[in-house]
């Protein structure tokens, strides 16, 4: 228990020291209910929050969608252009790395640390972001970047 605790502990310094409160606050809230006898809801949590945040993630992704912003002529035009096919080819091959990804973690458990410190570093000290579609954006980008040096 002290271990966890000073675990979590960490990680709310370094999400304060990266100023990213988001780190820094969920740690926080772990670390309440760790406090608090709360253990109980890990497992649902475990189950259920990686799910929940892709869905908050989803809809703020397709936000632009509900909101009339990107209608069939937008989404059409996109698609037929250099960038929107560039976009689409990154997502795919994105949704296959997360797809090898899952595989591979399910082979190399061990790796998961790793994974999950340099992925707290990244979102603490490098403005990094911990989901999937932004990542795909992220490298669109960079791409991009390169095609137009």
Do not use: C, H
């Not at 945040?53 to 937008?74: C, D």
């Amino acid at each position: 228990m002290v271990q966890a605790g000073l675990i979590l502990g960490v990680i709310i310094l370094l999400g304060l020291v990266g100023r990213n409160y988001v780190v820094a606050g969920a740690a926080g809230v772990l670390l309440v209910l760790r406090l608090l006898n709360g253990e109980g809801l890990f497992p649902w949590l475990e189950d259920n929050a990686l799910k929940i945040g892709i869905g908050i993630i989803t809809m703020a992704i397709l936000l632009p969608f509900a909101s009339g912003q990107i209608g069939w002529q937008v989404l059409l035009q996109n698609m037929v252009s250099p960038v929107g096919l560039l976009a689409f080819a990154t997502g795919i091959f994105v949704a296959y790395l997360g797809g090898r990804g899952v595989g591979f973690l399910t082979v190399n458990p061990q790796v998961m640390a790793g994974l999950m410190v340099g992925t707290i570093v990244g979102v603490a000290f490098f403005r990094g972001v911990p989901v999937g579609p932004l990542i795909a954006a992220g490298i669109m980008a960079l791409v991009i970047g390169l095609v137009n040096q």
